[in-house]
């Protein structure tokens, strides 16, 4: 029987059949890939290596009102990087060839990496800041943007898988994320930016090895100590320095991968040559270009800072907001104050740019797209610049006049405005000390030297000089004491701040200037005539009313109070030419009884004080203010509603210190704790409040219908809260322990004080008519800004009509094509009659032109008939306080000109001034520019020899 072999299958052909497969499963894959799925994949690598590079656009012009340039772009060199595959991988080479050529050529790396080094310091954060609760708020913030706060999160509450935490563990967080050393910060973004890594030549699974270390971590502790001892190692190679600079780049290509592909800039304003040789070197250089970016610029650098204002980086804080109206809060900058920061929405412009295809080192290979760039709207200002030049250098040359003088030594910070009466169109608006916009705008200027200078002053040094230059028995804890917040309070205002708008915002007491004001009122409402005789007696203490039975309240005029003498038989203009006192108190004393007397008649100059510009209603308090389109403060004149404020404003200090002190008065008592504390309990801090709440509530209820306790009822109903707050303070039962006495005994005593306090001494504070008395020579509660003196002052002399104050004629586009226009506003109107305004006029100008005028000897020789009016205003109402802190009086100007026809209000404030005629040059140098064209023709030569040609950029 035949057998049938089988045949055998050989390992070669087995091993062909499956390289035959393998093969046709290869090719079948190709042509899929390649042929089929050719469109999709190409469109795949065309998106990959497809961006939209932006192009930032330039702001609009800030033209005067004459067409001059006063703030402007120009094109500046930025060295830009880009974060691609190619730039990655030769990251550490690329930077160390570009810090070379930066350092070789006088050249800044672009640094806000707020976590600084240096040698005597070691690490730590610089957020240049002066309140320590703010401090601590931006480190938080920096750690939570850079993942430590999540890092630390993860390990506090690892089964967490929502991510959301409670009210409870989040201050966990927050407080275990306050531990975080600056140098443990430090360390760990080394490690989690992948420079420990990739400088110590890791491979994959020594870096995975790390990471798993750090997770199995049991504590934030164990693992930050990981993080430090991998530090360590990179610490030995290269210096903090070194390491440092690449952490700059690095960080500011984390912050900006939150937002866009941008890249970022690694050095801003390079110079032209600089620039060429990086050029020269980029296909050496990946990632690395050369970046033309519009750059703010004020061509007149100080010229006008206080009315510009200035450009900053955008807060973290308002991401949301802005990143919506299309910012890019990494690189953007926006006008923070001034015209920049009120006209924002206009002069931004909008942003263009191009969309192009790139290579792995990230250059460009292709320009697909372009976005046209659209050029900001230009603002056209009302101030005219020769005449702002002069009013900021008459200003400056005052004051260091002034300097000279041991009087006037402190007269270092002093505003200037300059208003159109029939208008209200600002000319001119000056402060010093001031500030250069450049240095916010321009990068590189703005060094940490000056954002100290700026905005963290060194008070300690300063206040240390100020005390040995005038003699000062105090201590740098008094003149700048701590604020709960560990910042320090100027509370005496004796520090120049040069970045403070003192035209707009700095509230001081008018002093003489507001005479004019009570004259008005009074020549209007009839009390007075222009005719009226008044007799100046010296005292004024003739009516009981005023200055009680025993005449406690007498104020005197001045003329008394120098030479023992009195002005005698004298009218409304003569008053105002020799600033008499008594005449404006015997004015003010009838208008309160014409209204009424009692509370009714304590608002005699309320209505009058809004209609010119004075004053508000507490009623109406949002709409206070000049109209003027920058921030400003709006203070207010006296009132009955306005006074109450106040005194219950500043009575809680008084009873604190008071308290505290041990003494009020007649009474003296155990030192009582009622000052809030940090360490005070919840419940005892409501003690407290309840306390002083008590007390103010009372204050409030003078004047008014509510049946309000009397003294005995006031004291008995303290007793248990002020029991209270001695139950549960500490504080008070160590001072109790001292002393051999009771709790009781000392309550009753405390009581009794604060119902002095409140009822008899606060209480009629509020309604006695002495404070009407006082505020008609401009003391007391008045309060106001240089632009409501000269906005005031511009109502008076028009006849009455008050305008708006504006810095902006209208807006035009690119091409200078209207877009808006502003024309004169009025906001109220007096009907002066001309007999009372003539009255006014005759005697301002008496006090420029007239012997015996109060500002009689600035104004000789000057050809044209002006009106003025001067103000001492005391600093404090107690001359011993202002002595013993170095201050001296305001000095204060009001002016106008011409006498018969009003163009022009000036106001001058010098602080520490001394006298109000001390700031009269400043007007006349104004005029002497202003009038030029008519002095020339009457050959008259300038006291200000720069006035009739000062220095601006002419640029247009």
Wanted: aromatic share 10%.
């Amino acid at each position: 029987m035949d057998k049938q072999k089988k045949k055998k299958i050989s390992r070669y052909s087995l091993l062909m059949a499956v390289m035959f497969t393998i093969s046709i499963v290869i090719i079948i894959r190709l042509v899929y890939l390649q042929v089929y799925k050719n469109g999709e994949y190409e469109d795949k690598a065309n998106v990959a290596s497809r961006h939209f590079v932006e192009e930032k656009a330039p702001r609009g012009k800030i033209y005067d009102s004459k067409g001059n340039v006063l703030a402007t772009s120009i094109e500046t060199y930025n060295v830009t990087f880009s974060d691609t595959k190619n730039s990655k991988a030769s990251f550490y080479s690329t930077m160390n060839s570009i810090f070379k050529i930066l350092d070789d050529n006088g050249e800044k790396q672009k640094d806000e990496f707020k976590l600084q080094y240096s040698k005597d310091k070691g690490y730590y954060f610089e957020f240049n800041v002066n309140s320590d609760k703010t401090k601590k708020a931006l480190e938080l913030s920096f750690k939570r943007d850079r993942g430590i706060t999540d890092f630390i999160k993860g390990k506090l509450f690892p089964d967490n898988d929502s991510g959301d935490l409670n009210e409870q563990e989040q201050k966990q967080v927050d407080e275990e994320a306050a531990k975080v050393t600056p140098e443990q910060c430090f360390d760990y973004l080394l490690c989690t930016y992948s420079m420990y890594s990739d400088l110590s030549n890791l491979s994959k699974s020594q870096s995975a090895e790390l990471s798993d270390k750090v997770s199995s971590a049991k504590s934030v502790k164990e693992a930050l100590n990981i993080y430090t001892e991998a530090a360590k190692q990179l610490k030995l190679k290269y210096s903090a320095d070194k390491l440092r600079r690449y952490m700059v780049v690095k960080d500011a290509l984390k912050m900006q991968s939150f937002t866009s592909y941008n890249p970022i800039n690694i050095a801003e304003n390079i110079k032209k040559d600089t620039a060429f040789i990086i050029y020269q070197k980029l296909v050496n250089l990946p990632g690395v270009y050369v970046e033309l970016e519009p750059v703010r610029t004020y061509p007149n650098k100080t010229l006008a800072c206080s009315v510009l204002g200035y450009l900053s980086s955008i807060d973290s804080s308002k991401k949301e907001k802005y990143e919506e109206q299309g910012y890019d809060i990494s690189n953007d900058k926006i006008g923070v104050s001034g015209i920049e920061a009120a006209f924002e929405k206009y002069l931004k412009g909008t942003k263009g740019g191009k969309t192009i295809k790139v290579n792995s080192q990230g250059r460009q290979t292709e320009e697909l797209s372009q976005l046209e760039v659209q050029p900001g709207n230009n603002v056209h200002l009302t101030i005219d610049a020769e005449l702002q030049a002069v009013a900021e250098r008459a200003l400056k040359e005052n004051l260091e006049g002034l300097q000279k003088s041991h009087d006037t030594k402190n007269a270092t910070r002093g505003a200037v405005v300059v208003q159109e009466v029939n208008t209200g169109r600002i000319l001119a608006l000056a402060n010093y000390p001031n500030y250069d916009p450049n240095t916010f705008s321009i990068p590189g200027l703005l060094t940490d030297a000056k954002i100290k200078e700026y905005f963290t002053p060194d008070y300690e040094s300063y206040a240390n000089a100020y005390i040995a230059k005038n003699g000062l028995n105090k201590t740098y804890d008094d003149l700048f004491p701590k604020n709960s917040d560990g910042s320090r309070n100027d509370q005496y205002e004796i520090y120049p701040k040069i970045m403070y708008n003192y035209a707009t915002e700095g509230l001081m007491p008018p002093g003489s200037t507001f005479k004019p004001f009570t004259s008005l009122v009074g020549l209007q409402q009839g009390v007075i005539t222009p005719s009226t005789i008044i007799r100046d007696e010296g005292v004024f203490d003739k009516y009981p009313e005023v200055s009680g039975a025993n005449k406690t309240y007498a104020p005197v005029c001045e003329e008394y109070m120098l030479n023992h003498g009195t002005h005698g038989n004298i009218n409304v203009s003569d008053a105002l030419k020799v600033s008499c006192n008594y005449f404006f108190y015997e004015t003010a004393y009838r208008l309160w009884k014409q209204a009424g007397g009692g509370i009714k008649g304590l608002n005699a100059f309320a209505d009058y004080a809004e209609k010119v510009g004075l004053g508000y209603n507490l009623k109406n308090k949002d709409d206070a203010g000049t109209g003027i389109e920058i921030a400003e403060k709006f203070g207010n004149a006296y009132n009955f509603d306005s006074f109450k404020e106040n005194l219950c404003l500043y009575a809680k200090f008084d009873l604190v210190s008071a308290l505290e002190k041990g003494q009020y008065g007649q009474y003296k008592f155990v030192p009582f704790d009622i000052g809030n504390k940090d360490t005070d309990s919840e419940e005892l801090k409501k003690a407290k409040n309840n306390v002083k709440d008590m007390v103010i509530n009372r204050i409030r209820q003078q004047g008014t219908s509510a049946n309000a306790l009397g003294y005995n009822e006031f004291v008995k109903s303290l007793k248990e809260p002020l029991t209270k707050v001695a139950s549960l303070s500490d504080v008070y039962k160590e001072e109790i322990k001292k002393r051999s006495t009771s709790v009781n005994s000392q309550i009753e005593i405390v009581a009794e004080a604060l119902g002095q306090f409140t009822i008899y001494d606060k209480g009629r504070a509020v309604t006695t008519p002495a404070e009407i008395i006082n505020a008609s020579i401009g003391q007391g509660t008045n309060q106001f800004t240089p632009l409501q003196l000269a906005g005031y002052i511009s109502t008076i002399v028009n006849g009455g009509t008050r305008y708006k104050a504006h810095l902006v004629d209208k807006i035009t586009d690119v091409d200078g094509k209207n877009i808006d226009e502003f024309k004169p506003e009025v906001l109220s109107k007096i009907d002066i009659s001309p007999q009372n305004l003539n009255a006014i006029k005759v005697g301002m100008n008496a006090v420029n032109e007239k012997g015996g005028g109060t500002a009689a000897a600035r104004w000789t020789g000057f050809p044209i008939q002006t009106g003025g009016k001067t103000g001492t205003a005391s600093y404090t109402s107690d001359p011993k306080v202002q002595a013993s802190v170095g201050r001296a009086a305001y000095g204060v100007y009001v002016s106008f000109a011409p006498l018969d026809n009003p163009k022009i209000a000036v106001c001058a404030v010098i602080y520490d001034g001394a006298a109000g005629n001390n700031a009269a040059p400043i007007a006349r140098a104004i005029y002497e520019n202003y009038f030029k064209e008519e002095l020339k023709k009457q050959n008259y030569k300038p006291q200000a020899s720069y006035a009739y040609d000062p220095v601006i950029a002419k640029e247009k």
